[in-house]
Antibody, heavy 123, light 113 residues
Framework: QVQLVESGGGVVQPGRSLRLSCAASGFTFNTYGMHWVRQAPGKGLEWVALIWYDGSNKWYADSVKGRFTISRDSSKNTLYLQMNSLRAEDTAVYYC????????????????WGQGTLVTVSS | DIVMTQSPDSLAVSLGERATINCKSSQSVFSSSNNKNYLAWYQQKPGQPPNLLIYWASTRESGVPDRFTGSGSGTDFTLTISSLQAEDVAVYYCHQYYDTPHTFGQGTKVEIK
């Protein structure tokens, strides 16, 4: 069965960096695009980033562009989100999610989600 | 960016009654190349990640009860729960994947009256 397990969250000061990981299992990782989606406490869902199945293309929300980097390591079946210059408004639960289509040249709906990891940006 | 606006923000429905949630996109999410609407619906219960209900605006995900129905095209979409059950209490989100950045609606909270 498909499993996505996020890790790396925690409390970090404004301006500092943090790297999130998402360990994937139960499917052929290097054939699916992957997304990060976040949810601030008590708020709705915000799409953050997408990486194609082969890592060749990446897209970001305007709110994180230039500060966050999505990447993947197919040898480790792991998705990453490097977050730099963190701000208070980046405080959220960060979910990784699988794109629905394999070998897709684009992004589609999100069919599997992890449980999320909480990032708190505070001094 | 495509802005997704849901209405209402919350609604209370009696058990067994119909619940209707609307989602409007700021531009069409219909593709004439494949005649598909690039819209999905998710259900999120407290303390849980979102769960996929509907994709291509009206295709029910495997295992989703048939009381959940998606409809609409272009810029206007609807999620209908035909007979509300206690386990349907949740927040529901629409999601457009027509263009990047992907965007979600603000969510609609469904409660029991």
């Amino acid at each position: 069965q498909v499993q996505l397990v996020e890790s790396g969250g925690g409390v970090v000061q404004p301006g500092r960096s943090l790297r999130l990981s998402c360990a994937a299992s139960g499917f052929t990782f290097n054939t699916y695009g992957m997304h990060w989606v976040r949810q601030a406490p008590g708020k709705g869902l915000e799409w953050v980033a997408l990486i194609w199945y082969d890592g060749s293309n990446k897209w970001y929300a305007d709110s994180v562009k230039g500060r966050f980097t999505i990447s993947r390591d197919s040898s480790k079946n792991t998705l990453y989100l490097q977050m730099n210059s963190l701000r208070a408004e980046d405080t959220a639960v960060y979910y990784c999610a699988r794109d629905a289509f394999y070998y897709a040249s684009g992004g589609y709906w999100l069919d599997y989600w992890g449980q999320g990891t909480l990032v708190t940006v505070s001094s | 960016d495509i802005v997704m606006t849901q209405s209402p923000d919350s609604l209370a429905v009696s058990l067994g009654e119909r619940a209707t949630i609307n989602c409007k996109s700021s531009q069409s999410v219909f593709s004439s190349s494949n005649n598909k609407n690039y819209l999905a619906w998710y259900q999120q219960k407290p303390g849980q990640p979102p769960n996929l209900l509907i994709y291509w605006a009206s295709t029910r995900e495997s295992g989703v009860p048939d009381r959940f129905t998606g409809s609409g095209s272009g810029t206007d979409f609807t999620l209908t729960i035909s007979s509300l059950q206690a386990e349907d209490v949740a927040v529901y989100y629409c999601h457009q994947y027509y263009d990047t950045p992907h965007t979600f609606g603000q969510g609609t909270k469904v409660e029991i009256k």
